[in-house]
C-alpha cells in the first residue's frame, strides 16, 4: 500500500501544471464565455496536439495514451485551478470513458481516434430519457457544451446510449447559463436513433465521472485559497495587511482544513477506481460529495475576503464560484451522495 | 498510488490478527473492548509487557530496541489489526507513540539504548509535562527551573494537565536551563524520574468523573545530568518535533479507536431505528466520510514530504478533533435520553456509558495538543504564510 503519487505521475501533474499555467488564460476563457460555446478553442487544440491530452483515457491502439482515474484526476485538477472553458470533463472524460469501455470495436474505431486528436468534441446527458426499440426520446436542459458536441452519451435505464446531434430528430438549443465556462444546453430527442453501448452500464460510468467533478472541484478550491492568501497578504486596512487579522486567517485555515481532506478524497476515490477497488463506489460518493462543498465553500469565501473587487465581473471570481455551485448539482447533490453511502454503510436488512 | 496490499503485507496481517485474537480471547480476555483510558492499569501494565515480550509493543521500531522494522503500511496493518481484536488503549502511549519516536530521532546511543528497550518491554511508563498553569496554548511560557547541581539537575515547578502521570514511572519535561531566558530560548526537555520524594501527583477530576489527568508539582526533584534530549537549551526544537509526530504516525492507531466508536455509533442507530432518519443517516454517511479521510490524510503525509503532505500534517489535528467532537454529538442524538442514564453507581461516583462517555471526552480533544484556535493560527502561519500572531505584554 503506497498512498501517493509514482513518479510517472509526478511527471505528468509537473507537465500538465506548467502547460496549463503558461497557456490557459483568464482572457481566452473570457472569449469563450462572450460568444456563448464555453470552447476555448485554442487552449481545446493546444491540449490536444500538445500534450495529447485529449486522449489520455484512451486505449494506445485508437491513438491514446490509456492513463489511469489518477492520472484523470491529476488533469482535471489543474484544469478546475484555471477554470478553464474546455469540454475535457464531458468530452474526453465521460463521453470517451463510456465509448473506451463499452463500445464495440466498430464503435471504438470510429470514435476513438478522434475523440484522441481533439477532433471530435461530444456531451452527455444522464437523466430525462428512455429508449424504446432502439429509439431514445426525453429532454434534459442540462447538457454540458452540448452545442459543440456532434453526438452525446445518453443515460436510460442504466444503459448507455450514442446518439448523433446531426439529425432531424435531436433539437440542440443553447441557454444562458449560470457557468459560463460550461454552459448547459437543452437537448431533446424525439425517437432520435441511438447506438447502444453495449458492453458498459452507466453506473460503471459514474465512479469516474464523479471523481472527474470532485478533481475539478479540488483545482478550483485550490486556486481561491491561493487567490485570497495572495490578496490577504498585500491589502492594508487599519495599518496592517488583513492577513494578520485572525477572522482572516481563521477563514483561510478552514479552507485549506477543508482542501486537504478534498485532496484525499479525489485521490482515494481515483486510486480505488485504478485498482478495481470494493471502495471505489464509496469513495467516488464521498470525493463527490466532499470536495463539492469543500469548493463551494472555499469560492464563497474567497469572495468575501476579495471585497468589492470579488464581486467584480472583471475578477475571476465569480467564475470559480459559479463553476463550484454547478458542480455541487451535477450528476448528483452532495446529499444524495450521503445517502448512496448511508445506504453502503447501513445495510436495509440490519436496520432495526 | 497503490490502494493494495502485498503478499507480505498480507502475511504480516495474519500474523498480527492471530496473535491478538488469541491474546485477547485466552489470558486477556478481561482487557478486550475497553475503551476507557484509565480503568484497570494493573492489568494494562501487564498487557504493555506482554506485547513486548512478543514484539508487538512497537512493530515501527528497529529490532535491536524491541521492534519489528515494520513499514508504514505493516505499522498501520497492526493498528487496525489490534482494533479489530478490541485491544485496550495503550497505557504507555505516550513512551510508545511519543517519546520512543523522539528519541529515535534525538537520542544519543546510550540514551537508546537504555530508554527504548525498557519501553518496549513495558517496564519504563511515560508521561508528558509540558502544560504549566501560566503555560497552555503560549507553551513557551514556561517557568519551572532546572539548574545542574554536580551531576544532577535540580527541577522546580508545577506541571498541569498530566496525563496518566498516576500510572507512570518516568514524565518528559520542558523546563528553563538558563536561568531569567524567555520564551523558546533557554528551555531543556528533560528525562526525569517520578519516584522520588521531589515528585508529588495529584490528580485532576474531569468532566467524565475520571481523573486522567494530573497535576505534577517539582520541588527539588532530582535527575541525571546526561538525562537531556537534544542540546542543552534545545528543548523548543525536540518538543516541537514530538508535537509533529503526536500529528502523525501515532494518530493511525488513534484511527482504529475512531473507527470503532463509529461502528458503535451506526449499531445504536440500527438498533433503535434512528439508522432510518434521513438527517441521522446524513451525519452518519459524513462521519464514515470524515474517518475515510482522515485514514488517507495521515497516509499521504506519511508517504512523502512535499508541500502537500506538510499542509496534510498541519491539518490533521483540528481534523481529527473535530471529527470526534462531532461524533459525540451524533451519538447523543442518535440515542436520546437513553444516552443520560448509567448502570447505578453509589452516591457520589459518575460513570456514563460508553458513547456518553464519547461525548464528554471529545471536549478536551479540541482543546489538548494546541486548541482549535492555536491550530487555526498554525495552519495560516506556517501552511499559508500569513504574519505571526503579535505578542501582548501582560504576565499570565
Known amino acids: 500500500m503506497r498512498f501517493a503519487f509514482s513518479e510517472d ?24 464565455m462572450d460568444d456563448g460555446t464555453g470552447l476555448d478553442r485554442p487552449l481545446w487544440h493546444a491540449m490536444a496536439s500538445e500534450l495529447g ?39 474526453a472524460v465521460i463521453a470517451t470513458h463510456a465509448i473506451a469501455r463499452g463500445g464495440s470495436d466498430a464503435q471504438r474505431s470510429e470514435w ?18 428512455s429508449c424504446q426499440n432502439g429509439l431514445v426520446s426525453g429532454t434534459s436542459r442540462f447538457v454540458p457544451q452540448g452545442c459543440s458536441a456532434e453526438a452525446i452519451i445518453v443515460h436510460a435505464d442504466n444503459r448507455v446510449y450514442l446518439v448523433s446531434t446531426d439529425t432531424e430528430y435531436c433539437l440542440m438549443s443553447p441557454q444562458t447559463s449560470l457557468d459560463q465556462t460550461r454552459p448547459l444546453a437543452k437537448l431533446t430527442l424525439d425517437h432520435a436513433k441511438a447506438e447502444l453501448l453495449a458492453a458498459v452500464g452507466w453506473d460503471e460510468i459514474e465512479p469516474l465521472a464523479w471523481t472527474a467533478i470532485a478533481a475539478d472541484a479540488l483545482g478550483g478550491a485550490q486556486a481561491c485559497l491561493d487567490q485570497s492568501v495572495a490578496y490577504v497578504g498585500e491589502r492594508v486596512q487599519f495599518g496592517r495587511v488583513i492577513g494578520s487579522f485572525q477572522a482572516v486567517k481563521h477563514k483561510l485555515a478552514d479552507m485549506l482544513i477543508g ?43 474567497a469572495i468575501q475576503l476579495l471585497g468589492g473587487i470579488g464581486f467584480t465581473w472583471e475578477h475571476d471570481a465569480h467564475l470559480y464560484f459559479k463553476r463550484a455551485r454547478a458542480n455541487l448539482s451535477m450528476m448528483g447533490a452532495p446529499s444524495w451522495h450521503r445517502e448512496q453511502i448511508a445506504k453502503l454503510i447501513l445495510p436495509e436488512d440490519l436496520c432495526a | 498510488m497503490r490502494l493494495t496490499y502485498t503478499e507480505s503485507e498480507r502475511a504480516f496481517r495474519a500474523e498480527a490478527a492471530d496473535w491478538l485474537q488469541s491474546a485477547l480471547s485466552g489470558e486477556f480476555s478481561d482487557l478486550r473492548g475497553l475503551t476507557n483510558r484509565v480503568s484497570a492499569p494493573k492489568r494494562r501494565l501487564e498487557w504493555e509487557q506482554h506485547l513486548g515480550q512478543a514484539r508487538w509493543s512497537v512493530v515501527g521500531w528497529p529490532a535491536k530496541f524491541g521492534g519489528r522494522d515494520a513499514t508504514l503500511s505493516e505499522r498501520l ?114 528525562l526525569v524520574p517520578l519516584d522520588q520524594p521531589g515528585v508529588s501527583i495529584r490528580p485532576i477530576r474531569q468532566i467524565t468523573g475520571d481523573a486522567e489527568f494530573n497535576e505534577l508539582f517539582l520541588d527539588d526533584a532530582r535527575t541525571a545530568a546526561d538525562n537531556v534530549l537534544g542540546k542543552v537549551g534545545g528543548g523548543w526544537e525536540v518538543a516541537m518535533s514530538l508535537l509533529g509526530i503526536e500529528r502523525g504516525v501515532s494518530t493511525l492507531g488513534q484511527q482504529m479507536t475512531f473507527r470503532n466508536e463509529l461502528d458503535a455509533v451506526m449499531a ?63 451519538a447523543m442524538d442518535v440515542l436520546g435520553q437513553e444516552a443520560e442514564i448509567a448502570p447505578a453507581l453509589p452516591a457520589g461516583e459518575y460513570a456514563m456509558p460508553m458513547l456518553t462517555e464519547l461525548f464528554l471526552s471529545a471536549r478536551a ?32
Open chain 2, 77 to 190: 496493518i497492526f493498528a487496525e489489526e489490534y482494533a479489530a481484536a478490541g485491544g485496550p488503549p495503550r497505557l504507555n502511549h505516550l513512551g510508545v507513540e511519543l517519546l520512543g519516536p523522539t528519541i529515535l530521532t534525538y537520542g544519543t546511543d546510550a540514551q537508546k539504548s537504555v530508554f527504548l528497550p525498557a519501553i518496549s518491554a513495558g517496564e519504563a511508563i511515560w508521561c508528558q509535562g509540558y502544560s504549566e498553569p501560566s503555560a497552555g496554548s503560549d507553551l513557551s511560557a514556561i517557568r519551572t527551573s532546572a539548574q545542574l547541581h554536580g551531576d544532577q539537575w535540580s527541577i522546580n515547578g508545577q506541571k498541569v494537565w498530566t496525563s496518566l502521570a498516576q500510572f507512570s514511572d518516568w514524565a518528559f519535561i520542558l523546563a528553563r536551563t538558563t536561568p531569567k531566558s524567555v520564551g523558546r530560548d533557554g528551555l531543556s526537555f528533560l
Open chain 1, 112 to 129: 476513438l481516434p478522434r475523440l484522441a486528436e481533439g477532433n471530435a468534441i461530444l456531451s452527455f446527458a444522464d437523466k430525462g430519457f
Open chain 1, 259 to 301: 482542501l486537504e481532506q478534498a485532496r484525499s478524497a479525489v485521490y482515494w476515490a481515483a486510486g480505488e477506481i485504478d485498482s478495481d477497488g470494493d471502495d471505489a463506489r464509496l469513495a467516488s460518493h464521498a470525493a463527490k460529495s466532499f470536495a463539492c462543498e469543500t469548493y463551494a465553500e472555499c469560492a464563497g469565501h
Open chain 1, 9 to 32: 505521475q509526478a511527471a505528468i501533474h509537473d507537465a500538465v501544471d506548467s502547460f496549463l499555467t503558461s497557456i490557459s488564460t483568464s482572457g481566452g476563457t473570457r472569449l469563450a
Open chain 2, 365 to 396: 480533544d479540541t482543546i489538548y495538543g494546541g486548541t482549535n484556535q492555536i491550530q487555526r493560527n498554525l495552519i495560516a502561519e506556517r501552511g499559508l504564510g500569513l504574519p505571526r500572531e503579535p505578542r501582548g505584554d501582560l504576565k499570565g
Open chain 2, 268 to 330: 445504536a442507530a440500527r438498533r433503535n431505528g434512528t439508522a432510518k432518519d434521513p438527517l441521522i443517516r446524513q451525519r452518519l454517511a459524513q462521519s464514515e466520510i470524515g474517518l475515510r479521510l482522515m485514514r488517507f490524510g495521515a497516509l499521504r503525509m506519511l508517504g512523502g514530504a512535499s508541500d502537500n503532505q506538510t499542509n496534510a500534517a498541519i491539518t490533521y489535528k483540528i481534523q481529527w478533533a473535530s471529527w470526534r467532537r462531532s461524533l459525540g454529538e451524533l
Open chain 1, 53 to 91: 491530452l485529449t486522449g489520455t483515457i484512451i486505449p494506445e491502439s485508437f491513438g491514446g495514451s490509456e492513463l489511469g482515474a489518477v492520472e484523470t484526476a491529476i488533469i482535471c485538477e489543474a484544469l478546475g485551478y484555471q477554470v478553464a472553458a474546455v469540454p475535457w470533463l464531458a468530452s
